[in-house]
C-alpha cells in the first residue's frame, strides 16, 4: 500500500476543498457576517492547507503519486469521507449545527448530492452558510476526483485508476485520448451549463444567488434549496420547467453533450441508454400528470403535466427537488415516483441510483435467458446498440445491482431499530443509497431527518457514499482479502 501517495493526493483534495470553503469565507466577509460566522469558514481552510503544506514537506524526496487499483478504492473512499469531515466544519463552527454528526449528516449529503437534510429553517442560515452547502453540491456532481485529475495531470497512470473508481456508470468514457484532458472536458462542459441555467433563472426572476446556489443544486442532481418550501418558494412555470429541463440534461451521459457540441447527433438518437431514459421520463410524466387530472389535484392537465414532469426528472435523476408534496398524490403517481427511485440516472451523469444503462442490460440478459430456455441449441448474445457486450461485464453488472438490494435490504433492518414505520423506513433508505434525499412518510418533501438518532445518520451517510461510489469502491474495503493482499 502506497501510504504516502495516498495522504498525499488526499492532502491535494482537502486544499481543493479549502478553496472553496476560503472563498464561501470572503463572501462571508463581504456579507458582514458576524465574526464567529466569517472564522467558520476561515478555521477549516487553514486546517486543510495546514495538511497539505506539512504532507508535501514529508513527501517533498518523493516522487509523484502512484496508486495501484487498491490504493484507488481507499483514496476515492477516504476522499468523500475527509472532505466531508472537513466541510462539516464551518456548520458547527458558526453553531448552525451545533452537533458535529448532524453536521457530517449534512455535508455528506451535500458532497454525495443526496440533498437529505436535517434543517428545519433553511432560510434561518447566513448565505454564506447557504452558498456552502450549494457549493458542496456542486463539488461532489462531477466528482471532486475528477476534479482533482482535472488540475492534477501530473498523476498518469494513477488518473485512470481513480477516476475508475469514482465515476459512476460501468466505466470511464474517454473522449479525449488523455483521460487528465477528458475530466477537464467534462467539467468544462458541466461549468458550461451550470452558467447558462444560472441566467435562465435569473431571466426567470431569481436573485441572482438563489439562481447560483439553485444551479449548482441542479447540474449536481443535488436538491438542497435556499427555500424552506424548495422550489414549491417559486410559482412560476418558466422557472420549474427550466430546471426540470437541466435536471433531465444533468441526469444524462455527459458524453452525450460532447458528442453534441461536437456535432454528432446522431449517435445521441441511437444511444440506447438515453432512447429509455426519455422514454421512462416521458412515458411517467404523461401517466402521472393523466392520474394528478383525473384525481383532480390541478385544474388542467398542462397544470398537471408541469409538476408531473418536473417530480419526475427531480427523482428519476435522483435531484430531490419539490415543487408540492408529492406524498399527498394519489397512490398511483406516488407508486411510479417510488419505482424511479431505484433506477437513477444515466451512467457518467451526475446523476445516482443503479442507472439506466445496468436496468436495460439486465432486461437483456433476461429476455436472452427465456430465450435460451425455449431453446438451449441456440447461440445467444446481448447487443447494446451495436456492439456486443462481453460476458464479464455482464456478471459485473448482476452483481454489483445484487450488492446494491443486499446493501439496501440490510440498510432497511438497520434503520427498523429506531421504530418509524415501514413507508418512513424504506423510502428513506432508498432515497440515502440512491443519492435522491426526500423519500416519503416522514421523510417526505415536507420533512426532514432530524428526528433520526444519531447512529442512525451515521448509517445513512454510509449509504449516501455506498450509493454515490457505486457499491464496489466502497464494500470492497470491508473484504479480508483486500487487505491481506497489501
Not at 409 to 429: C, K, Q, R, Y
Request: charged share 10%; glycine share 8%; aromatic share 16%.
Amino acid at each position: 500500500m502506497h501510504i504516502k501517495s495516498i495522504l498525499r493526493m488526499l492532502s491535494t483534495i482537502l486544499l481543493i476543498v479549502s478553496f472553496f470553503i476560503f472563498g464561501c469565507g470572503f463572501f462571508s466577509i463581504i456579507e458582514k457576517n458576524p465574526l464567529r460566522v466569517s472564522l467558520s469558514f476561515l478555521i477549516p481552510a487553514v486546517i486543510g492547507i495546514a495538511f497539505f503544506l506539512a504532507m508535501a514537506f514529508v513527501s517533498r524526496k518523493d516522487e509523484k503519486p502512484f496508486l495501484t487499483n487498491k490504493d484507488g478504492f481507499l483514496f476515492v473512499s477516504l476522499s468523500w469521507v475527509f472532505a466531508s469531515a472537513l466541510g462539516a466544519l464551518p456548520f458547527t463552527i458558526s453553531g448552525y449545527i451545533p452537533s458535529y454528526i448532524d453536521a457530517f449528516f449534512e455535508t455528506m449529503s451535500g458532497f454525495t448530492t443526496t440533498g437529505a437534510s436535517i434543517l428545519a429553517n433553511i432560510e434561518a442560515l447566513p448565505r454564506a452558510l447557504l452558498l456552502w452547502r450549494a457549493t458542496t453540491h456542486w463539488l461532489g456532481g462531477m466528482g471532486i476526483v475528477v476534479l482533482l485529475v482535472a488540475v492534477l495531470p501530473t498523476l498518469g497512470f494513477s488518473a485512470i485508476r481513480v477516476m475508475e473508481a469514482e465515476a459512476p456508470g460501468p466505466s470511464v468514457d474517454r473522449i479525449t485520448p488523455h483521460i487528465s484532458s477528458t475530466a477537464k472536458t467534462l467539467w468544462l462542459i458541466y461549468l458550461g451549463l451550470t452558467i447558462i441555467e444560472i441566467l435562465l433563472l435569473v431571466i426567470g426572476g431569481m436573485t441572482l444567488f438563489d439562481a447560483i446556489c439553485h444551479a449548482f443544486a441542479t447540474m449536481a442532481t443535488g436538491g438542497f434549496s435556499t427555500k424552506n418550501t424548495s422550489l414549491a418558494h417559486y410559482d412560476s412555470g418558466f422557472i420549474h420547467w427550466v430546471i426540470t429541463i437541466f435536471m433531465f440534461l444533468a441526469g444524462t451521459n455527459f458524453t452525450l453533450h460532447y458528442r453534441l457540441l461536437s456535432g454528432n447527433v446522431r449517435s445521441i438518437l441511437k444511444d440506447t441508454e438515453f432512447k429509455v431514459y426519455f422514454m421512462l421520463f416521458a412515458v411517467s410524466s404523461i401517466i402521472i400528470a393523466g392520474d394528478l387530472f383525473n384525481s383532480g389535484v390541478y385544474r388542467s392537465f398542462g397544470e398537471s403535466m408541469r409538476f408531473s414532469s418536473f417530480q419526475v426528472s427531480s427523482i428519476l435523476t435522483t435531484t430531490g427537488f419539490a415543487t408540492t408534496n408529492f406524498g399527498e398524490w394519489p397512490a398511483v403517481s406516488q407508486t411510479i415516483l417510488f419505482f424511479l427511485m431505484f433506477i437513477g440516472g444515466c451512467a457518467g451523469s451526475t446523476g445516482g441510483g443503479i442507472k439506466v444503462i445496468r436496468v436495460v442490460v439486465l432486461f437483456k440478459m433476461a429476455v436472452t435467458e427465456m430465450r435460451y430456455v425455449a431453446n438451449p441449441r441456440g447461440v445467444y448474445t446481448i447487443f447494446l446498440g451495436n456492439k456486443a457486450l462481453r460476458k464479464n461485464v455482464i456478471y459485473d453488472i448482476a452483481a454489483l445491482v445484487f450488492l446494491y438490494f443486499a446493501f439496501f435490504f440490510l440498510s432497511v433492518i438497520v434503520i427498523s431499530f429506531t421504530g418509524v414505520d415501514i413507508l418512513t423506513n424504506v423510502t428513506a433508505v432508498i432515497a440515502n443509497l440512491g443519492n435522491i434525499g426526500p423519500g416519503l412518510g416522514k421523510v417526505g418533501p415536507v420533512f426532514n431527518y432530524a428526528f433520526f438518532p444519531w447512529w442512525a445518520k451515521l448509517w445513512l451517510s454510509f449509504a449516501m457514499l455506498v450509493g454515490r461510489l457505486e457499491v464496489y469502491t466502497v464494500l470492497v474495503l470491508f473484504s479480508k482479502k483486500f487487505w491481506r493482499s497489501f
